[in-house]
């Protein structure tokens, strides 16, 4: 288990990826896109040159991590997809649940295993009712992504197949927000 030291530089990592907001809100969809699909390529190499160097250090991985993919690149990949895919509100609602989200439910967890879903659910809720403030967001369908994206974090594989949470949450989370919409 990691130390809270390393887990909080983790998720200061992790919480940067709120700063995609503001990116989208001045500069754009397109510029976005085009700033999340070049940092999706330098995750890719991080990755690549991770598993064959280990230039990251291993204090910040998860044990799956060391040998394997790292969660920035499945957030990467998905919030490229979303963001080329889905209308702003959504980005903004993947974001929420994936970046503030799963960050707080990941540092609850820690300590209280079992309030860890409900603090994503409140976290992410909080954030993005402050976020209404500055951009209009469906009520009705905010609440049923923020549920969504609690049971995508809890979901770890279907049919025997392992699902990344910072990809199926994200994702998830603006599928629902916009169908609901």
């Known amino acids: 288990m990691q130390s809270l030291k390393n887990e909080l530089i983790r998720k200061s990592i992790h919480f940067v990826g709120v700063g995609y907001i503001p990116l989208y809100l001045y500069t754009g969809k397109d510029f976005t896109l085009m700033i999340v699909l070049s940092l999706t390529a330098i995750s890719s190499a ?7 160097y280990s230039i990251i250090p291993n204090s910040i991985l998860r044990d799956h991590e060391i040998n394997g993919i790292a969660s920035h690149f499945y957030t990467g990949i998905a919030i490229s997809l979303i963001t080329f895919l889905m209308p702003m509100e959504a980005c903004f609602v993947a974001i929420a ?29 909080i954030f993005l009712t402050f976020l209404s403030v500055y951009v209009e967001l469906n009520f009705y369908a905010l609440i049923s992504a923020c ?26 989370s603006s599928v629902v927000y916009s169908l609901f919409q």
């Open 46 to 52: 991080i990755v690549f040159l991770g598993l064959r």
């Open 97 to 125: 649940n994936g970046i503030v989200g799963d960050g707080i439910s990941g540092l609850v967890k820690r300590y209280h295993k079992k309030i860890a879903l409900i603090s994503m659910f409140v976290s992410s809720f």
């Open 147 to 172: 549920l969504a994206g609690m049971i995508a974090e809890s979901t770890s594989a279907v049919r025997g197949y392992y699902i990344n949470d910072n990809f199926s949450v994200p994702v998830v």
